[in-house]
């Protein structure tokens, strides 16, 4: 068996796959924005967002350019990629496929043995995502070669550290039931859910998982970034003897060590519950949500 290439063109800087007549098929992340994910990262800052997509598409743009033209990566994530995915277990990078009349996508990796590959550098790989990006990619490779892949995989890249996960695979049919209602104009998911209308909400719910646990990543991620900077800042203000520094727009203050007092309620009640009980206060909370990020 051997790969065959499509006649498709993409165009890079605006992101367009066009047929030989010039005819413009719609990619899969648009589709999976319209009927599965939208709002995926509502919430999170767009400096971030558009951050994350530079370095993704870098660590991208620098694995193919080692498999194609031998030039030597500067990102750790792809320098980490390349002792796995290089020339000697490449079928093909970055592989277009299309069904010719209404998809196409690229496919990051093929290996010799027609394993997909994708590679993600997000901060929490997000497996429902995959699995629907690369379930697609697979009936396209299908239509295209006319056999299907073998099985597909995430490549999660964070840094030096490289994991690469199973993903479970879509059934063709629920990829032919997504695909015909994106061509109809009709959303996938309150079809599906059309006869649960109850349930919706926890439907929606499931989508919003991934972005959820993306949020908090990113927010740990950042939080103790601004940590450490700002044990170095007051380290050097230490070392330097500043109280404060002050800019154009921020004013740095060096809190000096101080020691503080408060009182073991615990054992206050457990030794005197009468006294305890003269200064209890009662305050109203509101109710929250809790969330607990399985490993």
Request: glycine share 4%.
């Amino acid at each position: 068996m051997k790969l065959k290439y499509s006649l498709i063109q993409f165009d890079p800087e605006e992101h367009k796959y066009l047929t030989p007549e010039g005819k413009e098929l719609l990619g899969v992340t648009g589709l999976l924005t319209r009927q599965l994910f939208a709002g995926k990262y509502d919430g999170i800052p767009r400096e971030i967002l558009n951050r994350a997509a530079d370095h993704g598409s870098l660590v991208h743009r620098e694995i193919n350019d080692f498999i194609t033209l031998g030039f030597s990566p500067k990102t750790s994530e792809a320098r980490e990629a390349i002792k796995e995915f290089n020339p000697d277990t490449c079928a093909a990078s970055e592989y277009l496929v299309s069904d010719g009349e209404n998809y196409a996508t690229m496919i990051d990796f093929v290996d010799k043995e027609f394993n997909l590959y994708d590679f993600k550098t997000t901060a929490v790989l997000d497996k429902e995502y995959v699995s629907w990006q690369l379930s697609i990619s697979a009936y396209l490779f299908k239509c295209q070669n006319g056999f299907e892949p073998k099985n597909y995989y995430a490549v999660h890249l964070r840094g030096d550290k490289m994991d690469v996960k199973p993903v479970e695979k879509k059934s063709e049919e629920e990829v032919l039931e997504l695909l015909a209602c994106d061509i109809a104009g009709e959303n996938y998911l309150e079809k599906k859910s059309s006869l649960i209308k109850t349930d919706l909400p926890l439907v929606q719910l499931k989508q919003l998982e991934s972005t959820i646990i993306e949020i908090e990543a990113e927010l740990k991620h950042f939080t103790d970034l601004r940590e450490e900077l700002f044990r170095q800042i007051y380290d050097k203000m230490e070392e330097k003897d500043l109280k404060k520094i002050e800019t154009d727009d921020l004013i740095i203050t060096r809190v000096l060590p101080s020691e503080s007092i408060s009182i073991d309620t615990k054992k206050l009640k457990e030794e005197m519950p009468e006294v305890a009980k003269q200064y209890e206060k009662v305050s109203q909370r509101k109710g929250y949500v809790k969330l607990t990020i399985k490993k």
